[in-house]
């Protein structure tokens, strides 16, 4: 699971970082917190939004529990931007930023997922691409990474939303 986290530009040090501060509140070492105690997360880090709203969404099995892979991503999208990782991956290849794609094969690439070319990615397309490379992926990851990637949270992946999933070019 560290390369799918890798893969969204967390670093080895934010991922422990993270996993160090869901610890303190995940005292009896249960593997979630309440949503309560997300909620008040959410609200003790000052962030501009309603804090019960957000660990509604951070809920995204809807078992009323964060568990620490719904943290990382709902952290993730929340704390302050940084410079993504220089790495992405491809049939298990890690690229470097000397292999980075142009604007041209980025735009090639989303059109490969966007299946009926209306310029935006569900997730059944999304689905569909995973099925195709033979992806081990469960509903449930592909579910957390339309999160993750769906940034105007409107249900689909736009080009610029996907753009922002790879390293800087």
């Given at each position: 699971m560290s390369n799918y986290y890798l893969s969204?530009?967390?670093?080895?040090?934010?991922?422990?970082?993270?996993?160090?501060?869901?610890n303190l509140y995940d005292?009896?070492?249960?593997?979630?917190?309440?949503?309560?105690?997300?909620?008040?997360?959410?609200?003790?880090?000052g962030i501009d939004c309603d804090p019960k709203q957000v660990a509604k969404m951070a809920d995204m099995n809807n078992d009323n529990q964060i568990d620490f892979n719904e943290f990382v991503l709902t952290m993730f999208r929340y704390l302050p931007p940084h410079e993504p990782a220089p790495v992405c991956f491809k049939n298990d290849h890690i690229y470097?930023?000397?292999?980075?794609?142009?604007?041209?094969?980025?735009?090639?690439?989303?059109?490969?997922?966007d299946k009926d070319h209306d310029g935006r990615i569900s997730q059944n397309e999304l689905e569909q691409v995973m099925i195709m490379f033979n992806s081990r992926l469960s509903k449930k990851e592909i579910k957390e990474m339309m999160f993750t990637a769906d940034i105007n949270r409107d249900g689909f992946i736009d080009y610029d939303e996907f753009k922002q999933l790879l390293p800087p070019l």
């Open positions: 969204l530009g967390i670093t080895a040090e934010e991922l422990d970082t993270l996993k160090e501060a869901f005292v009896r070492n249960q593997g979630y917190i309440t949503i309560g105690q997300f909620s008040h997360i959410i609200s003790s880090l470097t930023d000397k292999d980075i794609a142009t604007d041209e094969e980025i735009m090639q690439w989303f059109q490969f997922f």
